[in-house]
């Protein structure tokens, strides 16, 4: 007779054993989609700063009374009590001050939006982060005009310091340590308030691999040191010498490497030169830190072009000519919204 198929029947284990079983595949299973998404989260949270509601944030010098330093203390106050830096690639303060109401409206409708959450996204696409930078009156009705602005738009960044136009070096410095404080960034951008911005072509200017650490990036200029009115004879004597003059960057944008922004940070106030421009005593600074200058023209077009960076009305005003007006019409504009971007040439 023909053999009978054999089945193959698997014993079954008891019942105990069973139990365990499942709670071991539970347990692995769950632990593996921890980290799993552990890893998802972190990798998409690494540039963005804008998990807390409030955007917005003052900062306040108090003094500290101490043995060895007579320096300032830097306290941090907002709606928001998270004060951790956030992580982003670069972080670019737009100075601004109380007369530019109009630049900050016409801003809002071209490069930099005005709801939150179109700033959100175009903060998350880039890694850049975008606030507005101002210091403090002793005219209470601006004050209380600024107030209003700060809770319709939520997207400044407020500087215990006067705001005066003498003063625009210090502000600067208190922009940058400031920044420090509240954004771990790979760069720090100081923009004016009066220039097109592409802030796609910035973010990948600054993303590019550099063997400098220490790294001062702008449009450079070779401008004097003699800027006390009182000292322009000297100049034509720095032409012939050579040696009175130093390149440095045109004051509507540059960027500074989180390493150069540390050093200025733990560097006392009181220990800085100051000059009456503000670009040239930022050129100065870095002259004397030793800093790797980087050149790009692209950051000072006075055309939108496919590589142009930052569009101003170089050199005939040092920003845009009429900045509320001129700053739409370029946004009308293809060539500057909507051009493919090209390699620059000035690598």
């Not at 009374?65 to 300032?72: M, V």
């Not at 509507?252 to 940070?265: C, I």
């Not at 421009?277 to 790797?292: H, K, R, S, Y």
Request: positive net charge; hydrophobic residues 35%.
């Amino acid at each position: 007779m023909p053999s009978s198929p054999k089945f193959f029947h698997p014993r079954q284990p008891p019942a105990g054993r069973r139990s365990t079983v499942r709670i071991i595949s539970f347990s692995l299973v769950f632990g593996l989609s921890g980290f799993i998404f552990g890893l998802i989260a972190l990798r998409s949270s690494q540039y963005r700063c804008l998990a807390t509601p409030s955007r917005s944030v003052r900062i306040v010098w108090e003094k500290i009374a101490t043995a060895k330093s007579n320096d300032n203390g830097l306290v941090l106050s907002s709606t928001d009590a998270n004060t951790r830096r956030h992580k982003v690639m670069g972080f670019v303060g737009i100075q601004t001050g109380f007369g530019s109401v109009g630049r900050r409206e016409s801003l809002r409708k071209t490069w930099m939006p005005s709801d939150s959450q179109s700033l959100q996204r175009l903060e998350e696409a880039t890694g850049l982060a975008f606030r507005f930078i101002i210091g403090k009156s002793k005219d209470e009705a601006k004050m209380v005009e600024l107030g209003k602005e700060v809770a319709r738009y939520d997207d400044f960044l407020l500087l215990d310091i006067e705001e005066e136009y003498s003063k625009l070096p210090y502000k600067t410095l208190a922009f940058f340590k400031a920044a420090y404080a509240l954004y771990d960034s790979d760069f720090y951008v100081k923009a004016d308030d009066d220039i097109y911005l592409r802030p796609d072509r910035l973010s990948t200017l600054l993303a590019k691999e550099r063997s400098h650490s220490q790294t001062y990036l702008g449009c450079m200029k070779k401008g004097p040191v003699f800027t006390d009115p009182k000292l322009k004879w000297f100049e034509p004597l720095g032409y012939l010498l050579g040696s009175e003059y130093f390149f440095h960057a045109y004051g509507p944008l540059y960027a500074l490497s989180a390493d150069v922004v540390a050093s200025l940070v733990a560097l006392r106030n009181n220990s800085f030169r100051m000059f009456s421009n503000e670009d040239v005593t930022i050129g100065a600074w870095m002259l004397a830190m030793n800093v790797n200058h980087e050149n790009n023209q692209a950051l000072c077009s006075p055309t939108c072009t496919g590589s142009s960076i930052a569009v101003w009305d170089i050199p005939k005003c040092s920003g845009l000519c009429n900045p509320e007006k001129k700053l739409l019409e370029l946004h009308q504009m293809d060539s500057c919204t909507k051009s493919p971007t090209m390699e620059s040439d000035d690598e």
